[in-house]
């Protein structure tokens, strides 16, 4: 009979162990790269050699939002008190261009020790890890940024961000600022919520309990829908960042049929034009 306490047998267990499991990858040079992306399972974070994002100043109709949010990341990065950040509202309007371009303009002013990690929707529930790795780098100081983020109905990984953002012994690191876009004010489904009104015993407690993830976020940044002009604009700013040869009247005629072919209007909808003309002008565009 196989003694299972016998050391040597544990000691070759565990050595099969480990030439089963794949070998974690190296750690990330922190100081070597700007940007991050954050990977649950193993944990690990991995460097972006290329961050996908437009120039600020190609970012139009948010000027009020674009300056708060470049004013607290600055506060941030030069280690004054700053707020968390939830960028809300419709579609297409920038509001994750907005974080990249902002960490930019920040990062260069402060010599790269700014950096930014984005961590998905379905890694939530590993941030507690990603954030004692970032309390170890003290050197640095980071922006957690998750785009599109929302909960459904029985998604209850909600909690851990709350844990995460605002309570728990050890609380945020100092170094760290969480920032998030969503479409929604509250990170939940209206139909959730008030579902939780109708039928829980005491409806306001469990309300109050949905609604309180956004509360620890000190900063929100709503978005809306753009006018026409504001969409012509961005089309005007496009065009000339990137030097595409059509006339101003081609160019609005074009930007007007494009909208209304897609029934909205929005930066990204200017931005999928602009691409579309460049295409049939034979032009390329270096973003």
Same mark, same amino acid.
């Given at each position: 009979?196989?003694?299972?306490?016998?050391?040597?047998?544990?000691?070759?267990?565990?050595?099969?162990?480990?030439?089963?499991?794949?070998?974690?990858?190296?750690?990330?040079?922190?100081?070597?790269?700007?940007?991050?992306?954050?990977?649950?399972?193993?944990?690990?974070?991995?460097?972006?050699?290329?961050?996908?994002?437009?120039?600020?100043?190609?970012?139009?109709?948010?000027?009020?939002?674009?300056?708060?949010?470049?004013?607290?990341?600055?506060?941030?990065?030069?280690?004054?008190?700053?707020?968390?950040?939830?960028?809300?509202?419709?579609?297409?309007?920038?509001?994750?261009?907005?974080?990249?371009?902002?960490?930019?303009?920040?990062?260069?002013?402060?010599?790269?020790?700014?950096?930014?990690?984005?961590?998905?929707?379905?890694?939530?529930?590993?941030?507690?890890?990603?954030?004692?790795?970032?309390?170890?780098?003290?050197? !640095?100081?980071?922006?957690? !940024?998750?785009?599109?983020?929302?909960?459904?109905?029985?998604?209850?990984?909600?909690?851990?961000?709350?844990?995460?953002?605002?309570?728990?012994?050890?609380?945020?690191?100092?170094?760290?600022?969480?920032?998030?876009?969503?479409?929604?004010?509250?990170?939940?489904?209206?139909?959730?919520?008030?579902?939780?009104?109708?039928?829980?015993?005491?409806?306001?407690?469990?309300?109050?309990?949905?609604?309180?993830?956004?509360?620890?976020?000190?900063?929100?940044?709503?978005?809306?829908?753009?006018?026409?002009?504001?969409?012509?604009?961005?089309?005007?700013?496009?065009?000339?960042?990137?030097?595409?040869?059509?006339?101003?009247?081609?160019?609005?005629?074009?930007?007007?049929?494009?909208?209304?072919?897609?029934?909205?209007?929005?930066?990204?909808?200017?931005?999928? !034009?602009?691409?579309?003309?460049?295409?049939?002008?034979?032009?390329?565009?270096?973003?």
């Amino acid at each position: 009979m196989t003694d299972i306490t016998d050391p040597a047998l544990l000691r070759r267990i565990a050595e099969a162990l480990e030439r089963l499991a794949p070998p974690l990858p190296p750690p990330a040079d922190l100081a070597a790269n700007e940007a991050f992306v954050w990977h649950a399972a193993p944990p690990v974070l991995e460097s972006v050699a290329k961050v996908n994002r437009v120039d600020i100043g190609l970012l139009k109709g948010i000027d009020l939002t674009r300056d708060i949010l470049i004013e607290n990341t600055e506060r941030f990065a030069k280690g004054l008190p700053a707020n968390n950040a939830l960028l809300w509202g419709a579609r297409g309007m920038g509001k994750s261009s907005l974080v990249k371009a902002a960490h930019a303009l920040v990062n260069g002013q402060t010599g790269g020790s700014l950096k930014l990690i984005e961590i998905h929707r379905e890694d939530i529930e590993s941030l507690p890890v990603l954030m004692n790795i970032i309390r170890k780098a003290e050197e !640095f100081r980071f922006i957690v !940024f998750c785009d599109d983020l929302s909960f459904d109905f029985d998604d209850t990984s909600y909690k851990s961000l709350k844990a995460a953002l605002d309570g728990g012994i050890e609380g945020r690191p100092s170094n760290m600022m969480f920032y998030a876009t969503s479409n929604r004010r509250h990170l939940l489904p209206r139909d959730m919520i008030e579902n939780e009104r109708s039928t829980a015993i005491n409806p306001s407690e469990a309300v109050q309990e949905k609604v309180s993830l956004s509360d620890r976020f000190g900063l929100w940044l709503g978005f809306h829908n753009c006018s026409q002009d504001e969409y012509l604009d961005m089309i005007e700013g496009y065009a000339k960042y990137f030097g595409l040869q059509v006339s101003p009247e081609e160019l609005r005629a074009g930007a007007i049929a494009w909208q209304a072919t897609r029934g909205s209007r929005s930066g990204r909808v200017a931005w999928q !034009f602009i691409q579309d003309l460049a295409g049939k002008l034979g032009q390329k565009l270096d973003v």
